[in-house]
């Protein structure tokens, strides 16, 4: 999408957060234009509760899940780098990528976009390469697409990381039978046309296609619709994206950007009543609903470098990673009234930070560093998952490989690999994958500091258990000041523990081939036996998980 097309929206967005009681603006731009405070200088011991018998609701794997978008370097060079390719591939498909991110177990892929989504024609995508039509890719870079990478190289790479597919489907300048015959292209067993052009395309078993995205951004890149207008098109597009066979279906409804509430209130209004009423309905014609949130610490037109930040900006950026608890919770009222028992899935299925790209780049491409405040940002945005993992279904962050706040980091020339801090923050936590979320409750010592207007938390928790295991997720978040915490673990009697610890040297380090391990986790040693329960050592700027083995 273009930047003009993003901040219309967002103005929109930005007068319901103000509308809005309690209003946490949730966009980019400041609304209080008075600088940070500073944070206290002295941070003292806090302590954590855990109840470890309580267990809540079920933190979905799929809030862990990931995005592949036709966008720079993220397919082309990033994924898919052609069988000819010097570099090891499966296919064309890159193995060290595949390898690390079957290493964090990722649950989905969404694909092909993004607003690309909302360009693409999935039949210039299959059949012989050399025959495939090209196309302009408008939004990213305005470069022309060879679609060699289409349905079965995505089918492909979903089979090879062991995942799931989230395919989205093109609302804004496709048509309803485009997006009916996809469908049954991909799922459909039988002798019917698609799966007859399937097979003729060299696949005979249909694929399992769990989620289908029914366009994206439609107030934006996707259409530039009204809320009314979309909800109509999401009922009439969803009714079509067929369930053949058994491949049960999530049909995911492009939803609001931020704080825009009432695109939210309009997609909700499509289930009228009848949720409400009728505990054990299943929600349609569909059965989510998206949101999508960015974290800037400036205006669109200076975000600054992932690499280059003060101590304030720093700051600034956890303060408004923050805001995605408030987001989550606001929208998640406005689903409520209508469906009050949570049959209807909300999906974040873009969120993470957005920096100005690296100098050189391709200012289309959206490629950025990664450093500790990226994982910090992650590190927040797991705690809010967890606590609303009663409504949030899915997360997907942007986007997995090259492309704003990635996992892997793939150099043009050399091919060298490297994998990021927020990577690492995603393997620390696969043990809260599909674990039940414990309630966490933290003291803290000192007064919180006011940044950009609200308060800031130095310390964030959350916890989740599965059988006889439990896992605790520490963020510290001031700068300079290390802290200990006393976690006070209540319930079950605690076998053993073992902590691991993210941090680095300087708060903008970043894992470059030269050095790939700047930002890398290692052991947590300053950790022991409490009365109770343990005490633990945070470095400063850190973010560590400490796992328990429980009795
Ligand atoms: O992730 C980059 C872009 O951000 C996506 O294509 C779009 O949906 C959003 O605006």
């Known amino acids: 999408m273009t930047r003009s097309n993003r901040r219309r929206s967002l103005s929109t967005a930005?007068?319901?957060?103000?509308?809005?009681?309690?209003?946490?603006?949730?966009?980019?731009?400041?609304?209080?234009?008075?600088?940070?405070?500073?944070?206290?200088?002295?941070?003292?011991?806090?302590?954590?509760?855990?109840?470890?018998?309580?267990?809540g609701d079920t933190i979905s794997r799929h809030l862990y899940g990931h995005f592949a978008e036709h966008l720079g370097r993220c397919i082309y060079g990033g994924f898919f780098v052609g069988e000819d390719s010097e570099i090891p591939n499966v296919r064309g498909i890159r193995t060290d990528v595949v390898e690390a991110?079957?290493?964090?177990?990722?649950?989905?892929?969404?694909?092909?976009?993004?607003?690309?989504?909302?360009?693409?024609?999935?039949?210039?995508?299959?059949?012989?390469?050399?025959?495939?039509?090209?196309?302009?890719?408008?939004h990213w870079g305005d470069i022309v697409e060879d679609n060699s990478f289409g349905t079965h190289e995505f089918m492909d790479l979903v089979d090879l990381l062991g995942t799931e597919a989230y395919v989205n489907g093109n609302v804004g300048s496709g048509t309803v039978a485009e997006m009916s015959d996809w469908i049954e292209y991909l799922t459909?067993?039988?002798?019917?046309?698609?799966?007859?052009?399937r097979r003729s395309n060299g696949r005979d078993e249909p694929w399992t296609v769990p989620y289908f995205g029914i366009g994206n951004e439609a107030w934006g890149c996707g259409g530039n619709m009204r809320?009314?207008?979309?909800?109509?098109?999401?009922?009439?597009?969803?009714?079509?994206?067929?369930?053949?066979?058994?491949?049960?279906?999530?049909?995911?409804?492009?939803?609001?950007?931020?704080?825009?509430?009432r695109w939210t209130e309009e997609l909700m209004a499509v289930f009228g009543e009848d949720l409400a009423a009728r505990p054990d309905a299943r929600p349609g014609p569909f059965q989510a609903i998206s949101l999508h949130h960015y974290t800037l610490s400036g205006p669109w037109e200076a975000k600054g470098l992932a690499t280059e930040f003060t101590e304030q900006d720093w700051y600034l950026t956890l303060s408004r990673a923050f805001?995605?608890?408030?987001?989550?919770?606001?929208?998640?009222?406005?689903?409520?009234?209508?469906?009050?028992?949570?049959?209807?899935?909300?999906?974040?299925?873009?969120?993470?930070?957005?920096?100005?790209?690296?100098?050189?780049?391709?200012?289309?491409?959206?490629?950025?560093?990664?450093?500790?405040?990226?994982?910090?940002?992650?590190?927040?945005?797991?705690?809010?998952?967890?606590?609303?993992?009663?409504?949030?279904s899915m997360a997907n962050i942007a986007q997995t490989v090259n492309v704003?706040?990635?996992?892997?980091?793939?150099?043009?020339?050399?091919?060298?690999?490297?994998?990021?801090?927020?990577?690492?923050?995603?393997?620390?936590?696969?043990?809260?994958h599909d674990a039940a979320a414990l309630p966490v409750h933290i003291s803290l010592p000192e007064q919180s500091p006011t940044v950009d207007g609200r308060e800031l938390p130095?310390?964030?928790?959350?916890?989740?258990?599965?059988?006889?295991?439990?896992?605790?997720?520490?963020?510290?978040l001031h700068a300079t000041s290390p802290r200990t915490v006393t976690l006070d673990l209540r319930g079950a009697e605690v076998r053993s523990h073992r902590g691991t610890v993210l941090g680095a040297e300087r708060l903008q380090a970043a894992n470059t081939p030269e050095q790939p391990e700047a930002v890398a986790p290692r052991e947590l040693t300053g950790i022991r036996p409490h009365p109770l329960g343990l005490e633990v050592d945070l470095p400063p700027a850190s973010y560590a998980t400490v796992s328990l083995e429980l009795g």
Not at 116 to 123: G, K, L, V
Not at 232 to 260: C, F, K, M, P
Request: hydrophobic share 40%; aromatic share 8%.
């Open 14 to 55: 930005l007068v319901s957060a103000l509308t809005a009681p309690d209003a946490a603006e949730g966009t980019p731009g400041r609304l209080d234009p008075s600088a940070p405070a500073e944070p206290p200088a002295e941070i003292g011991p806090a302590r954590v509760v855990v109840d470890l018998d309580l267990p």
């Open 227 to 261: 809320a009314e207008d979309y909800a109509a098109l999401a009922r009439q597009y969803s009714t079509y994206v067929r369930e053949h066979g058994d491949n049960r279906l999530t049909r995911i409804a492009a939803g609001a950007s931020d704080g825009d509430l």
């Open 101 to 138: 991110l079957q290493a964090l177990r990722i649950p989905n892929l969404r694909w092909p976009g993004g607003c690309f989504a909302d360009d693409y024609h999935w039949r210039d995508g299959i059949g012989p390469r050399e025959d495939r039509p090209r196309m302009v890719n408008s």
């Open 404 to 432: 704003l706040q990635a996992m892997i980091l793939t150099d043009p020339d050399s091919g060298a690999l490297v994998l990021t801090p927020t990577y690492h923050v995603f393997a620390m936590n696969t043990g809260h």
């Open 188 to 197: 459909r067993a039988d002798d019917s046309p698609m799966a007859a052009l």
């Open 458 to 476: 130095l310390l964030s928790a959350s916890a989740s258990a599965t059988e006889g295991s439990a896992l605790i997720s520490l963020s510290n």
């Open 323 to 392: 805001e995605i608890d408030a987001l989550l919770a606001r929208h998640s009222t406005v689903m409520d009234r209508y469906d009050p028992y949570r049959a209807v899935g909300l999906v974040l299925d873009e969120w993470g930070t957005w920096w100005d790209v690296e100098p050189g780049t391709n200012p289309g491409f959206l490629y950025q560093q990664n450093t500790l405040r990226d994982a910090l940002v992650a590190s927040l945005h797991f705690d809010a998952f967890h606590r609303h993992a009663g409504r949030l």
